[in-house]
Nanobody, 123 residues
Framework: QVHLVESGGGLVPPGGSLTLSCTASGSARKDYIMGWVRQPPGKEREFVAAVSWNGHGTYYPPAMEGRFTISSDNDADKIYLRIDNLTPEDTATYYC????????????????WGQGTQVTVSS
Protein backbone atom coordinates (compact mmCIF):
# COMPACT_ATOMS: atom_id res chain seq x y z
CA GLN A 1 0.00 0.00 0.00
CA VAL A 2 1.18 3.53 -0.80
CA HIS A 3 -0.24 6.77 0.56
CA LEU A 4 0.47 10.05 -1.21
CA VAL A 5 -0.14 13.58 0.02
CA GLU A 6 0.46 16.65 -2.14
CA SER A 7 1.07 20.21 -1.05
CA GLY A 8 2.20 23.52 -2.49
CA GLY A 9 -0.65 24.49 -4.78
CA GLY A 10 -2.21 27.94 -4.84
CA LEU A 11 -2.90 31.06 -6.84
CA VAL A 12 0.07 32.23 -8.90
CA PRO A 13 0.37 35.14 -11.37
CA PRO A 14 1.32 34.43 -14.98
CA GLY A 15 5.07 34.18 -15.39
CA GLY A 16 5.60 33.02 -11.84
CA SER A 17 7.03 29.76 -10.53
CA LEU A 18 5.74 27.16 -8.14
CA THR A 19 7.05 24.02 -6.51
CA LEU A 20 4.69 21.21 -5.57
CA SER A 21 5.61 18.55 -3.03
CA CYS A 22 4.38 15.02 -2.51
CA THR A 23 5.08 12.92 0.56
CA ALA A 24 4.89 9.16 0.15
CA SER A 25 4.29 6.66 2.92
CA GLY A 26 3.60 2.96 3.11
CA SER A 27 5.85 -0.05 3.09
CA ALA A 28 5.76 -0.44 -0.71
CA ARG A 29 6.41 3.19 -1.61
CA LYS A 30 9.94 2.59 -2.94
CA ASP A 31 8.72 -0.15 -5.28
CA TYR A 32 7.10 2.36 -7.62
CA ILE A 33 8.01 5.03 -10.10
CA MET A 34 6.72 8.37 -8.88
CA GLY A 35 5.27 11.18 -10.92
CA TRP A 36 2.80 13.96 -11.54
CA VAL A 37 -0.38 13.99 -13.56
CA ARG A 38 -2.56 17.06 -13.93
CA GLN A 39 -6.18 17.61 -14.84
CA PRO A 40 -7.20 20.99 -16.25
CA PRO A 41 -10.83 21.99 -15.64
CA GLY A 42 -13.15 20.17 -18.01
CA LYS A 43 -10.32 18.18 -19.61
CA GLU A 44 -8.73 14.75 -19.31
CA ARG A 45 -5.73 14.04 -17.11
CA GLU A 46 -2.30 14.79 -18.61
CA PHE A 47 0.97 13.07 -17.75
CA VAL A 48 3.47 15.72 -16.65
CA ALA A 49 6.63 13.99 -15.40
CA ALA A 50 8.01 10.90 -13.68
CA VAL A 51 11.07 10.14 -11.56
CA SER A 52 12.78 7.19 -9.91
CA TRP A 53 13.47 7.29 -6.20
CA ASN A 54 17.22 7.49 -6.70
CA GLY A 55 16.67 10.66 -8.76
CA HIS A 56 18.75 9.45 -11.67
CA GLY A 57 15.85 8.64 -13.93
CA THR A 58 13.45 11.35 -15.01
CA TYR A 59 10.98 11.40 -17.88
CA TYR A 60 8.92 14.15 -19.43
CA PRO A 61 6.41 13.68 -22.24
CA PRO A 62 7.47 15.86 -25.20
CA ALA A 63 4.64 18.32 -24.55
CA MET A 64 5.91 18.91 -21.00
CA GLU A 65 9.64 19.37 -21.67
CA GLY A 66 11.12 22.73 -20.77
CA ARG A 67 9.17 24.35 -17.93
CA PHE A 68 8.70 21.38 -15.61
CA THR A 69 11.39 19.92 -13.36
CA ILE A 70 10.76 16.79 -11.31
CA SER A 71 13.02 15.64 -8.52
CA SER A 72 13.04 13.22 -5.62
CA ASP A 73 14.42 13.12 -2.10
CA ASN A 74 14.89 9.48 -1.27
CA ASP A 75 15.65 10.07 2.41
CA ALA A 76 12.63 12.33 2.96
CA ASP A 77 10.25 10.17 0.90
CA LYS A 78 9.28 13.22 -1.12
CA ILE A 79 9.08 14.17 -4.75
CA TYR A 80 8.80 17.66 -6.14
CA LEU A 81 7.57 19.37 -9.27
CA ARG A 82 8.82 22.82 -10.12
CA ILE A 83 6.89 24.71 -12.74
CA ASP A 84 8.45 27.83 -14.27
CA ASN A 85 6.94 30.59 -16.37
CA LEU A 86 3.40 29.60 -15.45
CA THR A 87 0.59 30.36 -17.88
CA PRO A 88 -3.20 30.21 -17.40
CA GLU A 89 -3.09 26.93 -19.36
CA ASP A 90 -1.23 25.39 -16.42
CA THR A 91 -4.33 25.84 -14.23
CA ALA A 92 -5.22 22.34 -13.09
CA THR A 93 -5.46 19.92 -10.23
CA TYR A 94 -2.03 18.34 -9.90
CA TYR A 95 -1.94 14.74 -8.70
CA CYS A 96 1.00 12.85 -7.32
CA UNK A 97 0.94 9.24 -8.47
CA UNK A 98 2.84 5.99 -8.06
CA UNK A 99 3.02 3.58 -10.94
CA UNK A 100 4.71 0.23 -11.41
CA UNK A 101 5.75 1.08 -14.98
CA UNK A 102 6.16 4.24 -17.01
CA UNK A 103 3.29 3.23 -19.29
CA UNK A 104 0.99 3.53 -16.32
CA UNK A 105 1.67 7.26 -16.34
CA UNK A 106 1.29 7.52 -20.10
CA UNK A 107 -2.08 5.81 -19.75
CA UNK A 108 -2.94 7.82 -16.62
CA UNK A 109 -3.56 4.47 -14.98
CA UNK A 110 -1.29 4.51 -11.97
CA UNK A 111 -1.89 2.23 -9.02
CA UNK A 112 -1.88 4.97 -6.38
CA TRP A 113 -2.99 8.58 -6.39
CA GLY A 114 -2.91 11.50 -4.00
CA GLN A 115 -5.93 13.69 -3.42
CA GLY A 116 -4.56 16.44 -5.66
CA THR A 117 -3.51 20.04 -5.13
CA GLN A 118 -5.04 22.92 -7.05
CA VAL A 119 -2.87 25.30 -9.07
CA THR A 120 -4.55 28.40 -10.44
CA VAL A 121 -2.64 30.79 -12.68
CA SER A 122 -4.31 34.16 -12.87
CA SER A 123 -3.53 37.84 -12.46
Amino acid sequence: QVHLVESGGGLVPPGGSLTLSCTASGSARKDYIMGWVRQPPGKEREFVAAVSWNGHGTYYPPAMEGRFTISSDNDADKIYLRIDNLTPEDTATYYCAAGSYLYRFRNRDCEYWGQGTQVTVSS
